[in-house]
């Protein structure tokens, strides 16, 4: 992995992130890491791979040769939840306290269609809310928060 050449192509770059995308629970942010990447898969779209392509590439190799800090549940605990939301992406990360440390159970993101990027910050914010408890619905069915 560590030894993977940039992509040349769209197909490469839909392979990489097809590949890298399985992953993505342990990736913190990884929507808008990925982001520069997977702008270059709207067909409307020329072929450039820019420095700012590169630059999201290695960080997400990187990330893909990294330990995850990412851990199991204890159902014993309660679970919380931190959401986020930027420009283009929102973002969740369910985790739990042990001994006032929080602990990372699984990393959530996702870019955001053109109409929803239009949204206000409040919006966006909820719409995050939303996301994460979509995504994480089977860990909190049951349980406390």
């Not at 709207?42 to 999201?56: L, M, Q, R, S, V």
């Not at 739990?96 to 206000?120: N, P």
Request: charged fraction near 25%.
């Amino acid at each position: 992995m560590t030894n993977l050449q940039p992509p040349k192509t769209v197909k490469d770059i839909r392979s990489f992130l097809g590949h890298a995308g399985f992953y993505r629970r342990f990736i913190k942010d990884f929507s808008q890491i990925a982001r520069p990447l997977t702008r270059l898969l709207c067909k409307d779209i020329n072929f450039e791979f820019t420095e700012e392509c590169h630059k999201a590439f290695t960080k997400i190799k990187d990330a893909l040769v990294s330990a995850p800090v990412v851990q199991p549940p204890n159902w014993e605990l309660p679970f919380e939840i931190m959401c986020d939301a930027s420009d283009y992406a929102v973002g969740a990360v369910l985790g739990q306290r042990k001994d006032k440390k929080l602990h990372v159970i699984y990393y959530a993101s996702r870019t955001l269609d053109e109409a929803q990027c239009k949204y206000a910050t409040t919006e966006k914010e909820l719409l995050a809310i939303v996301f994460a408890f979509e995504k994480f619905r089977s860990y909190l069915v049951g349980s406390k928060l």
